[in-house]
């Protein structure tokens, strides 16, 4: 399952094959939106915005394409006037002169103006999104320590999007390594320097990833690149202390940790 920084790269690629380019094709599979399709036909598109796993498509008129891939959605960047023999469902089209965006199979799709992205329930309930690279330890802290998150066990927390928008599991198992926390720990029982390293890593292993691509690298721990810790290392020895390192279940997911390090 993608997360935040698959989702951020995924964003990038649409971004790249037509931001500030003029739209000269606008197709929606749903009739409410077709009526529509003339009021982005001549705009450009201005940003693709991330919202966890919700992309917000911003256009030089003002209105915004809210689409949310769910399990089946994708995108895809293809040469204009050449559509792909595909099996699934297209939804959307937007083209250009040079290149056509398609997003397939996904169900969620609406067109906003400023009040409608205000009002959606969906943005309202996530939090910031770790890629958002506005946001800073510090208001990551203080939300790790408000009465909504502060007594909520980490092996949960670090799943919900609530707290902190684009979070998955392998990166929630590779947080609490790099912070040297167990997943039953809570924000509420941290020392104040617990609470800072845990702030950091929050933000810092998302775009990390993001920044690298993910990419496994086991000759490079230290420097630029993106190595899993722990994650998919179960049998494995911890760098840090040597322990043998865990695989368990979390939150019906695969949770890997070291009982060395991660007290």
Same mark, same amino acid.
């Given at each position: 399952?993608?997360?935040?920084?698959?989702?951020?790269?995924?964003?990038?690629?649409?971004?790249?094959?037509?931001?500030?380019?003029?739209?000269?094709?606008?197709?929606?599979?749903?009739?409410?939106?077709?009526?529509?399709?003339?009021?982005?036909?001549?705009?450009?598109?201005?940003?693709?915005?991330?919202?966890?796993?919700?992309?917000?498509?911003? =256009? $030089?008129?003002? %209105?915004?394409?809210? #689409?949310?891939?769910?399990?089946? *959605?994708?995108?895809?960047? !293809?040469?204009?006037?050449?559509?792909?023999?595909?099996?699934?469902?297209?939804?959307?089209?937007?083209?250009?002169?040079?290149?056509?965006?398609?997003?397939?199979?996904?169900?969620?799709?609406?067109?906003?103006?400023?009040?409608?992205?205000?009002?959606?329930?969906?943005?309202?309930?996530?939090?910031?999104?770790?890629?958002?690279?506005?946001?800073?330890?510090?208001?990551?802290?203080?939300?790790?320590?408000?009465?909504?998150?502060?007594?909520?066990? =980490? $092996?949960?927390? %670090?799943?919900?999007? #609530?707290?902190?928008?684009?979070? *998955?599991?392998?990166?929630? !198992?590779?947080?609490?390594?790099?912070?040297?926390?167990?997943?039953?720990?809570?924000?509420?029982?941290?020392?104040?320097?617990?609470?800072?390293?845990?702030?950091?890593?929050?933000?810092?292993?998302?775009?990390?990833?993001?920044?690298?691509?993910?990419?496994?690298?086991?000759?490079?721990?230290?420097?630029?690149?993106?190595?899993?810790?722990?994650?998919?290392?179960?049998?494995?020895?911890?760098?840090?202390?040597?322990?043998?390192?865990?695989?368990?279940?979390?939150?019906?997911?695969?949770?890997?940790?070291?009982?060395?390090?991660?007290?």
């Amino acid at each position: 399952m993608p997360e935040g920084p698959e989702i951020r790269r995924a964003a990038d690629r649409l971004e790249e094959a037509i931001q500030g380019k003029v739209l000269t094709e606008v197709w929606f599979a749903y009739p409410a939106l077709q009526a529509r399709q003339h009021e982005l036909v001549g705009q450009r598109v201005t940003a693709i915005e991330t919202r966890g796993k919700a992309l917000l498509t911003h =256009f $030089s008129n003002g %209105l915004t394409l809210y #689409s949310h891939n769910q399990l089946y *959605g994708v995108w895809r960047v !293809v040469p204009t006037g050449k559509e792909p023999d595909s099996k699934r469902v297209l939804r959307v089209k937007l083209s250009t002169a040079d290149k056509t965006l398609l997003l397939f199979s996904a169900s969620d799709i609406e067109l906003l103006d400023a009040n409608g992205v205000a009002a959606h329930p969906f943005l309202n309930r996530v939090g910031p999104d770790v890629l958002d690279m506005k946001l800073t330890a510090e208001q990551v802290r203080e939300r790790l320590l408000s009465k909504r998150f502060r007594r909520r066990q =980490f $092996s949960g927390l %670090l799943l919900d999007q #609530s707290f902190l928008a684009g979070l *998955g599991n392998y990166l929630r !198992v590779e947080i609490l390594w790099q912070a040297e926390l167990a997943a039953s720990h809570r924000a509420e029982d941290l020392s104040d320097a617990q609470c800072d390293v845990l702030a950091e890593a929050l933000l810092a292993i998302p775009r990390l990833s993001y920044k690298t691509r993910g990419t496994p690298d086991e000759n490079r721990h230290h420097g630029a690149i993106f190595s899993f810790k722990v994650f998919h290392r179960a049998g494995q020895a911890c760098e840090r202390c040597g322990e043998t390192i865990i695989k368990t279940t979390l939150s019906s997911r695969p949770f890997y940790w070291c009982p060395g390090c991660q007290k």
